[in-house]
């Protein structure tokens, strides 16, 4: 083949499996990177057990747990563990792999089918002066038995599905829904150099063939060089980018492992993360309501959210991609861009050099996650004890100062000058205010969603919040994010229509069905499920069903996955498929008896079936799985009602209005229910208490407009009235109940 030839079809050729050529190829011209990498915990992320990898104590070693005896020890040159299989007996289990290094190591055992476990017992990998050289149990105040889970043997602790992606290289999971085995492979056990960078075959051949000058990336997939040059303008103390950062490319294949997120399909190097994982937003209880880190979300949904990276800061400014290592130690590392003669110094942290002197113990706060793994949040935020106040998130004064509360906190900032100037306007006080269902921060919100200043994820998230409020507006909201350009905003208004007309749902994202993002395109497929194709013209039927053929065969590529089962029983009952929905939900029982949606979902189809009893008995193990859930206890409540027995029914329906928080369905019902079957002035009285807690909610207030004049408060009732023509001013009907009130008042 002809030189030039070669080249062409090198940077041509697609990607294959075989194009991965290991670490150890590149290390013969990346010497430096390579020898960075050694010993990194990309480097030791999933290991086999020696010697020399397995750090725990298995010299006969016991540990007891929830009634059970673990015991670590050795057989010849094998590792075992003994301890409760799936069937909670005592069984001997040679671990096949060891996972991480620090501060913790867990050991992978097999099962049948293919799987590989994550043992709940760790050991606990820091020094003894530390508290660290134990066995301990990652869920210690949990008692987890051998039917729960959250089990080692249960679907939540499966390497196969939730571990392997993120602790190998090229990773295919290979789950077969038809046998429910795995037959998983790696190209190499570590987090290695093709992990990040993608396969690297045709660089070197381009290398050897000398044709590496002047080919994008060298010839990998993926550029990953977006760190800049930054300088210092003069006079100023904060460092500027040179350049402006114009794609998210960087971090997007860091996010991959290091977000909260869901697999879609087969991982592509240099695409947008939507197109390959269905990405978390800011909501809870993944997030306090400010945005910080609450559950374990793996950094980037707090990263994207800061001031660094809008100004453009990627990962590899403050990381060395290859060791893992910060850029510099201490402060050093923002020193590169804060000026430490102003930054590091009393008068910006009013403390003497040592705790609390230091950058991160205020800016970015630490959770500790699976014992004694401290994770910082990296939003990098100013603490905000008013918030705490407000909101009841933490801050980082109260995190060093934690016998003294966020009133303390915040006196103590003024003390030095510094006084929060936007406490009663703050993005997540109008948020969360929206949230528990006060609808008069929607127009707070609704500008949040429109604020280019905010971050991309900030907003997404606000939009997703507002869509969920039942805004009149909400078309016209999301109708312009639809047709923009960034894709994390555009998957947000799609979720955020959800609620909308099923019709006028499909003119709004029918231009979305062939959207480039795929996380997008299966978020509408979700949400057009369903649109009956045989009423659609020809053209637009076909792309229809093509996009519902890909849902389909992305998401029974993780039929392994609880919530997976769930999403498609929704989506084959959405599509009039109730068999197959049927069999979406025992599928996703089956894997998890503690699900309760699908519990929830399947006697819903049981009693749309007209299987009242299956029904009943589907809600009744539900109940006894989840005794204080307040959607049992809705569920059940309403199908009390229909079976006419109003006594139970209110009982039902108030244990779940009191156990309501954030939301208002299940009290509306139940004060509904209330003057249904006989007793309006306990429905106002109930309505009022909810309008007091969640005002502006058009439902609530057109039922206490009906209910209070009904039991003669017309005064009160015209008053509701009012409130209503204010919310919706061009409303006839609701100026027309107004003006009848006032006219019975008068």
Same mark, same amino acid.
Request: glycine share 14%.
């Given at each position: 083949m002809h030189p030039f030839a070669l080249l062409l079809w090198l940077l041509a050729a697609p990607a294959l499996a075989s194009d991965y050529l290991g670490s150890e190829r590149c290390a013969d011209c990346h010497e430096a990177e390579y020898a960075a990498w050694r010993g990194s915990h990309h480097d030791l992320a999933m290991q086999r057990p020696t010697p020399a990898t397995v750090l725990g104590d298995f010299d006969d070693a016991r540990f007891s747990y929830n009634g059970v005896e673990t015991r670590f020890f050795r057989r010849e040159d094998a590792f075992i563990v003994r301890t409760d299989g799936p069937d909670g007996q005592l069984t001997d289990y040679e671990v096949a792999y060891v996972f991480g290094v620090d501060p913790l190591q867990q050991y992978l055992l097999p099962l049948s089918d293919g799987r590989l476990q994550? *043992?709940?017992?760790?050991?606990?990998?820091?020094?003894?002066?530390?508290? @660290?050289q134990r066995w301990y149990h990652l869920y210690p105040d949990e008692a987890v038995a051998h039917n729960d889970p959250l089990h080692w043997t249960g679907p939540y602790q499966n390497w196969n599905a939730r571990c392997a992606e993120c602790h190998s290289t090229d990773v295919h999971k290979n789950y077969s829904a038809a046998t429910g085995r795995y037959d998983t492979t790696y190209e190499e056990i570590d987090v290695a150099c093709e992990a990040c960078h993608g396969p690297g &075959?045709?660089?070197?051949? *381009? &290398?050897? /063939?000398?044709?590496?000058? /002047? $080919? &994008?990336?060298?010839?990998?997939?993926?550029? +990953? @060089?977006?760190?800049? $040059?930054?300088a210092f303008p003069e006079g100023a103390a904060i460092a500027r980018r040179g350049a402006p950062l114009t794609d998210n490319r960087q971090i997007d294949?860091? /996010? !991959?492992?290091?977000?909260?997120? /869901?697999? +879609?399909?087969?991982?592509?190097?240099?695409?947008? *993360? +939507?197109?390959?994982? !269905?990405?978390?937003? +800011?909501?809870?209880?993944?997030?306090?309501p400010d945005g910080q880190i609450l559950d374990? %979300?793996? %950094?980037?949904?707090?990263? $994207?959210?800061?001031?660094?990276? *809008? &100004?453009g800061v990627v990962c590899s400014n403050c990381h060395e991609p290859h060791s893992n290592a910060l850029r510099a130690p201490g402060n050093g590392v923002c020193a590169q861009c804060h000026k430490p003669e102003v930054y590091d110094s009393t008068a910006h942290h009013h403390r003497e050099p040592g705790p609390g002197s230091v950058c991160v113990d205020c800016h970015m706060p630490a959770t500790t996650y699976m014992g004694v793994d401290a994770r910082r949040d990296h939003s990098m935020r100013i603490p905000r004890p008013d918030l705490s106040l407000m909101l009841g998130t933490p801050n980082a004064c109260n995190g060093c100062h934690d016998d003294r509360d966020a009133a303390w906190a915040l006196a103590a900032l003024r003390d030095r000058g510094v006084t929060p100037g936007d406490t009663a306007s703050h993005p997540a006080r109008t948020l969360h205010r929206l949230r528990q269902g006060d609808r008069r921060a929607a127009d707070a919100v609704r500008a949040q969603v429109s604020n280019p200043s905010l971050a991309p994820l900030w907003r997404a998230t606000a939009l997703e919040t507002f869509g969920n409020s039942g805004d009149r507006r909400l078309a016209e909201t999301a109708a312009p994010l639809l047709a923009g350009e960034d894709p994390l905003l555009r998957l947000a208004a799609v979720r955020s229509i959800a609620a909308l007309p099923l019709g006028q749902r499909y003119g709004m994202l029918r231009p979305l069905i062939n959207d480039p993002v795929a996380g997008v395109r299966l978020e509408v497929a979700a949400s057009l499920a369903g649109v009956p194709p045989d009423r659609l013209r020809g053209d637009e039927r076909a792309a229809l069903e093509d996009l519902f053929e890909a849902y389909l065969a992305i998401q029974t590529e993780h039929a392994d996955m609880p919530s997976v089962q769930l999403q498609l029983g929704v989506f084959h009952s959405a599509r009039g498929a109730l068999p197959a929905a049927e069999g979406a939900y025992r599928e996703a029982l089956r894997l998890n008896p503690l699900l309760v949606p699908a519990h929830l979902n399947l006697a819903d189809l049981l009693r749309v079936t007209s299987r009242e009893g299956e029904a009943r008995a589907q809600l009744e193990r539900a109940r006894a799985i989840a005794p204080d859930s307040g959607d049992v206890l809705h569920a059940l409540g309403l199908l009390a009602i229909r079976a006419g027995d109003s006594e139970q029914a209110l009982a039902l329906l108030a244990g779940a209005a009191e156990r309501e928080t954030g939301t208002t369905r299940h009290r509306y019902v139940h004060a509904v229910a209330l003057h249904d079957l006989g007793d309006p002035h306990a429905a106002v009285r109930a309505l009022r208490q909810l309008n007091r807690e969640a005002p502006g909610n058009p439902d609530i207030l057109l039922a206490l407009v009906n209910y209070s004049a009904e039991v003669g408060m017309l005064r009160a009732a015209l008053e509701y009235a009012e409130t209503l023509v204010t919310i919706a001013p061009e409303n006839e009907a609701w100026r027309r109940l107004r003006d009848q009130l006032a006219g019975a008042v008068r």
């Open positions: 994550a *043992l709940s017992i760790a050991w606990d990998s820091r020094p003894a002066s530390e508290g @660290g &075959a045709r660089h070197v051949a *381009l &290398a050897e /063939g000398d044709h590496l000058a /002047g $080919v &994008a990336a060298g010839g990998f997939p993926v550029d +990953l @060089g977006q760190r800049g $040059v930054w294949n860091c /996010g !991959r492992c290091h977000a909260r997120r /869901g697999t +879609l399909g087969d991982y592509h190097y240099g695409a947008d *993360l +939507l197109d390959t994982h !269905r990405l978390s937003f +800011l909501q809870p209880p993944l997030y306090h374990e %979300v793996y %950094v980037y949904g707090s990263f $994207v959210q800061s001031k660094m990276h *809008l &100004a």
